[in-house]
């Protein structure tokens, strides 16, 4: 047994080596400690500490039972200072030689020992051989010593007698007994040095199999030290492993029989990036240690890092990596912010492999926080990159932060014109020509070398970035403004044709007019000007025609073509133009939706509600075959069904808007039920809309904070309604609301709680609007509490919503309360000024009579002698020029203020064109669909 000082020399020998402090005058201090870094403080000013000679001298006269070991380590540290010298003499580093390293070629061989320093290493070989013959010693540190015996016979040219001394000793982990740490680190090179061996005798396919062997060993070295909490770097380790695998990773993804299996090789660089990543800058740059024993210095090399990506895409391994990722953090220490003129390559590329592998997965919710990250995370690398924020607005999109996207799709629009009039391109060219330096051309293993040599977006990206910039300007950001402007730039850099590819792709071409035509429809909705919407609109269809014409195969274009058409009330032309779309894809609920209110528009309510069904039962069929394979019921499948045949990349949406689509189609089918059969059959089918939005929203994961249950609450069955069909289903918004998110189960169930800011606004908006249905059809049924009670549930769930006190008019209007029920407009007017069927209602109780009949249950036209006339045709005049041009009420209401100030001819002009909308309305409003898919 070895005493205490035996032991201290035993550990520091080791941890010297481990350190590859080879060259280090004094790798230990006088004390016995190691003269690590970390340590290098710990000794006074006058320990000039021991040299290797006098260490080993120490570690032998405490240690007299380890002859063998103490040969070991003296031939090791001779071998290693003869080959750092051999280095030296040849200016080589693992750095550069990586660096020019081309795909397909192994990287330069590191020099052996010098002709002159041979005869050195032969003696010291030979010491140990014959320590070997004449000493004891445990079968770990005999193994140790005949893999130091084959490396040193590797590093002086005798490759066969290396070999053939390996195979004769144990490559793997020891299994079992007292070993040190520096013995795994020798295991690892035991199986590369073979591989170096067999690869420079020609047998490339056996050295491929060692170094196979030596990235497993590596890496179970790695997780042994992890496990024993090992706390020195294990330098050499990592020098060692890192040659290996380097040469792994070049040679497997060369040779042709992983070709056919990629995956192999992609796990080889996977693992050499992973590893990378867990040194940090400062360790992998040599201190007092020599040059050669720069850690991964191959994770600067691009070949690495586009072989990594480019296995990545072949193998279908797309993770769009999280922040502090292998390849993310392997950038970050090893690239930094780009001078004037230059960019940081490596980051782009690893940039556009994010998006892209995002993109491939589904470009949905999942992973896009993670893209996020990483590309805020570029800032520090990269200055005004285009590419970034790009990637950037489309993952804010997935996000649903709309605002934060428009920032960065306006910054990209303003960096990019910038840059187009500056010819920033040619400025970056002449900036690196005048500094006048002449970095290496690289080699890479694709044509992707122009791409990269700017960080400034082609006109394609700029054009597709554009288009899809339009739409969300337009439908989130409710800046149809902007979009107009993104889109006619697009136009614009389109028409220069300065890209003949670009000049000549008719699908770029029809995105760009889709968006012109889609924008000018927003924007005139939004303006409402009495005077531009004519000449808008024509705009807007033209158009959107010729994006059909230029591709009449997009079912998207025909969509918001039919949508146009609809909107100017060209109702079998619209009809049209959505069957072919939903011939072109016929999983989309949008499409249906349209198309079930086209025909409905035709007066043929039959031939709607089978429209409307066919979609929501096709998509039932679906859920039903999804839960005979998963033997449960999937909520999700329907929002797969709707985005079947749509990009995600450029039409994203969310649970909540899937949930929006669903409903608001599920609504407009109860208000053909009522048409046809009456509110009696409506109230039924509600009672199931509101079940099914309670499990629907349930499994909403855009605001999974709230949580919405189903509740009974009475309805008054008397008529003789099925039993089955008596229970209803609504939402306690006591319960619902209040509990759920505040967590009060004590709660004042009377008094209706303040909306919480945690509620989903968009599905409160279609919970809020199912019960105002309702409320309607009690209302017509002339169930006026039921009404009243269906009212209160959407006043809970939002009092600041317009629609809530205009139906709260309606019911007192029922009741012949005009008073409370101008009351109640004028808060739905407080709300949003511009409220069409406010306003409307409004009027009608300006022109009613000033004491209403008791027989009546609405309020009847105005004399003239009304004072209030005025007041209503202002209101109305109004309307009727700005955003209830469409409504054939408000055209009738002003018939009525004309009729009673003696205008017959402005009369006559109002009930005709009143006439003429209401022949082609349709069921419900236009807005039940949304404008921009």
């Known amino acids: 047994m070895s005493s205490s000082k035996g032991s201290m020399y035993s550990i520091t020998l080791d941890q010297a080596r481990r350190l590859a402090l080879w060259t280090e005058a004094h790798p230990a201090h006088s004390s016995g400690k190691v003269n690590s870094p970390a340590e290098s403080g710990s000794g006074s000013s006058s320990d000039k500490g021991m040299d290797w000679k006098e260490l080993l001298r120490k570690f032998t006269k405490h240690n007299p039972h380890r002859p063998i070991t103490a040969a070991t380590a003296q031939t090791d540290q001779l071998l290693h200072s003869l080959l750092a010298r051999a280095a030296a003499a040849s200016s080589y580093s693992p750095s550069t030689s990586h660096a020019l390293d081309n795909p397909g070629q192994v990287p330069a061989w590191p020099p052996l020992v010098r002709i002159d320093d041979r005869p050195d290493i032969l003696a010291s070989l030979a010491a140990l051989e014959a320590a070997l013959r004449h000493s004891q010693g445990k079968d770990?540190?005999?193994?140790?010593?005949?893999?130091?015996?084959?490396?040193?016979?590797?590093?002086?040219?005798?490759?066969?007698?290396?070999?053939?001394?390996?195979?004769?000793?144990?490559?793997?982990?020891?299994?079992?007994?007292?070993?040190?740490?520096?013995?795994?680190?020798?295991?690892?090179?035991?199986?590369?040095?073979?591989?170096?061996?067999?690869?420079?005798?020609?047998?490339?396919?056996?050295?491929?199999?060692?170094?196979?062997?030596?990235?497993?060993?590596?890496?179970?070295?790695?997780?042994?030290?992890?496990?024993?909490?090992?706390?020195?770097?294990?330098?050499?380790?990592?020098?060692?492993?890192?040659?290996?695998?380097?040469?792994?990773?070049?040679?497997?993804?060369?040779?042709?029989?992983?070709?056919?299996?990629?995956?192999?090789?992609?796990?080889?660089?996977?693992?050499?990036?992973?590893?990378?990543?867990?040194?940090?800058?400062?360790?992998?740059?040599?201190?007092?240690?020599?040059?050669?024993?720069?850690?991964?210095?191959?994770?600067?090399?691009?070949?690495?890092?586009?072989?990594?990506?480019?296995?990545?895409?072949?193998?279908?391994?797309?993770?769009?990596?999280?922040?502090?990722?292998?390849?993310?953090?392997?950038?970050?220490?090893?690239?930094?912010?780009?001078?004037?003129?230059?960019?940081?390559?490596?980051?782009?590329?690893?940039?556009?492999?994010?998006?892209?592998?995002?993109?491939?997965?589904g470009a949905g919710r999942d992973g896009a926080a993670e893209v996020v990250e990483v590309m805020y995370n570029a800032l520090t690398h990269t200055f005004q990159s285009h590419r970034l924020l790009r990637h950037l607005a489309r993952a804010l999109v997935a996000l649903g932060q709309y605002d934060e996207a428009g920032k960065a799709v306006r910054l990209y629009f303003e960096l990019w014109n910038k840059a187009r009039e500056t010819d920033a391109v040619q400025v970056a060219k002449d900036i690196r020509r005048l500094r006048g330096e002449s970095a290496p051309r690289l080699e890479h293993d694709d044509d992707r070398e122009d791409r990269y040599a700017n960080d400034f977006d082609p006109d394609r990206d700029f054009v597709e970035t554009a288009a899809w910039g339009s739409r969300l300007f337009c439908k989130y950001i409710n800046d149809p403004k902007f979009g107009l402007e993104l889109a006619k730039r697009a136009r614009e850099i389109f028409d220069e044709k300065k890209d003949r590819q670009l000049a000549e792709d008719k699908v770029v071409l029809s995105k760009i007019e889709r968006a012109c035509g889609v924008a000018l429809g927003a924007l005139t909705a939004k303006e409402a000007d009495v005077e531009s919407r004519p000449r808008q609109h024509a705009e807007a269809l033209r158009h959107l025609e010729t994006a059909a014409q230029l591709n009449p195969n997009s079912w998207e274009t025909l969509y918001h073509l039919a949508y146009q058409l609809a909107e100017l009330r060209q109702i079998d032309p619209a009809l049209d133009r959505a069957r072919q779309a939903a011939a072109l894809n016929n999983s989309s609920k949008e499409v249906w939706h349209l198309l079930g209110l086209l025909v409905a528009a035709q007066r043929d309510l039959g031939a709607a509600l089978q429209v409307i069904e066919t979609s929501l039962n096709d998509d039932d069929e679906d859920e039903a075959d999804e839960a005979g394979v998963n033997g449960v019921r999937n909520g999700q499948t329907k929002s797969n069904s709707i985005e079947n045949g749509l990009d995600r990349f450029e039409f994203s949406s969310d649970d909540t808007q899937r949930l929006q689509v669903e409903f608001s189609m599920r609504m407009t089918r109860n208000v053909v039920i009522e048409a046809m059969e009456g509110p009696e059959a409506a109230l039924i089918d509600q009672q199931q809309l509101?079940?099914?939005?309670?499990?629907?929203?349930?499994?909403?994961?855009?605001?999974?904070?709230?949580?919405?249950?189903?509740?009974?609450?009475?309805?008054?069955?008397?008529?003789?309604?099925?039993?089955?069909?008596?229970?209803?289903?609504?939402?306690?918004?006591?319960?619902?609301?209040?509990?759920?998110?505040?967590?009060?189960?004590?709660?004042?169930?009377?008094?209706?709680?303040?909306?919480?800011?945690?509620?989903?606004?968009?599905?409160?908006?279609?919970?809020?609007?199912?019960?105002?249905?309702?409320?309607?059809?009690?209302?017509?049924?002339?169930?006026?509490?039921?009404?009243?009670?269906?009212?209160?549930?959407?006043?809970?769930?939002?009092?600041n919503d317009a629609d809530v006190w205009t139906?709260?008019?309606?019911?007192?209007?029922?009741?012949?309360?005009?008073?409370?029920?101008?009351?109640?407009?004028?808060?739905?007017?407080?709300?949003?000024?511009?409220?069409?069927?406010?306003?409307?209602?409004?009027?009608?109780?300006?022109?009613?009579?000033?004491?209403?009949?008791?027989?009546?249950?609405?309020?009847?036209?105005?004399?003239?002698?009304?004072?209030?006339?005025?007041?209503?045709?202002?209101?109305?005049?109004?309307?009727?020029?700005?955003?209830?041009?469409?409504?054939?009420?408000?055209?009738?209401?002003?018939?009525?203020?004309?009729?009673?100030?003696?205008?017959?001819?402005?009369?006559?002009?109002?009930?005709?064109?009143?006439?003429?909308?209401?022949?082609?309305?349709?069921?419900?409003?236009?807005?039940?669909?949304?404008?921009?898919?």
């Open 690 to 799: 509101l079940a099914d939005f309670s499990k629907s929203f349930a499994q909403v994961r855009d605001a999974p904070e709230l949580k919405i249950v189903a509740d009974a609450l009475p309805i008054d069955t008397s008529n003789g309604a099925p039993l089955a069909r008596r229970k209803s289903i609504s939402l306690s918004r006591a319960r619902s609301i209040r509990g759920s998110v505040t967590g009060n189960d004590e709660a004042d169930f009377g008094v209706a709680p303040a909306p919480s800011v945690s509620m989903n606004p968009r599905a409160t908006k279609v919970l809020v609007d199912i019960w105002l249905m309702s409320a309607a059809s009690y209302r017509r049924a002339h169930k006026l509490e039921d009404s009243r009670g269906a009212i209160a549930e959407a006043e809970a769930l939002n009092p």
């Open 807 to 933: 139906q709260l008019a309606l019911y007192r209007l029922a009741k012949n309360e005009l008073k409370a029920a101008r009351s109640c407009l004028i808060k739905a007017l407080s709300f949003q000024a511009d409220h069409v069927p406010a306003v409307i209602l409004m009027a009608r109780v300006y022109l009613a009579d000033p004491v209403p009949s008791s027989t009546t249950r609405s309020p009847t036209p105005t004399a003239t002698t009304n004072p209030k006339l005025p007041f209503a045709e202002a209101l109305l005049d109004t309307l009727t020029k700005r955003y209830g041009w469409d409504v054939p009420e408000a055209w009738f209401e002003l018939s009525k203020c004309y009729k009673g100030s003696g205008r017959t001819e402005r009369e006559k002009e109002c009930l005709v064109w009143a006439l003429q909308l209401e022949e082609t309305r349709s069921i419900r409003s236009l807005s039940a669909v949304p404008r921009l898919l």
């Open 140 to 361: 770990v540190e005999r193994n140790s010593a005949a893999i130091v015996s084959a490396y040193g016979l590797y590093s002086v040219g005798e490759f066969d007698r290396a070999a053939n001394e390996l195979k004769q000793v144990d490559k793997g982990l020891p299994s079992a007994g007292d070993f040190e740490a520096y013995d795994l680190t020798l295991r690892v090179l035991a199986n590369a040095t073979e591989g170096f061996a067999l690869e420079r005798l020609g047998k490339d396919d056996d050295a491929i199999a060692a170094y196979t062997r030596a990235a497993k060993i590596y890496d179970d070295a790695c997780a042994v030290l992890s496990a024993r909490n090992s706390p020195m770097d294990d330098v050499e380790l990592h020098v060692v492993g890192e040659a290996a695998l380097y040469r792994l990773c070049v040679h497997s993804k060369a040779k042709s029989f992983t070709r056919s299996d990629p995956r192999v090789a992609y796990a080889h660089h996977r693992l050499y990036v992973r590893r990378a990543t867990t040194i940090s800058a400062a360790q992998k740059t040599p201190s007092r240690r020599a040059p050669s024993t720069e850690l991964f210095p191959g994770s600067k090399a691009l070949v690495i890092q586009r072989g990594f990506r480019h296995l990545m895409k072949q193998t279908g391994q797309y993770e769009a990596p999280s922040s502090g990722s292998s390849q993310e953090a392997n950038l970050r220490s090893s690239t930094s912010l780009p001078k004037a003129g230059e960019v940081n390559k490596p980051y782009l590329i690893f940039l556009d492999e994010v998006a892209e592998g995002w993109r491939r997965n």
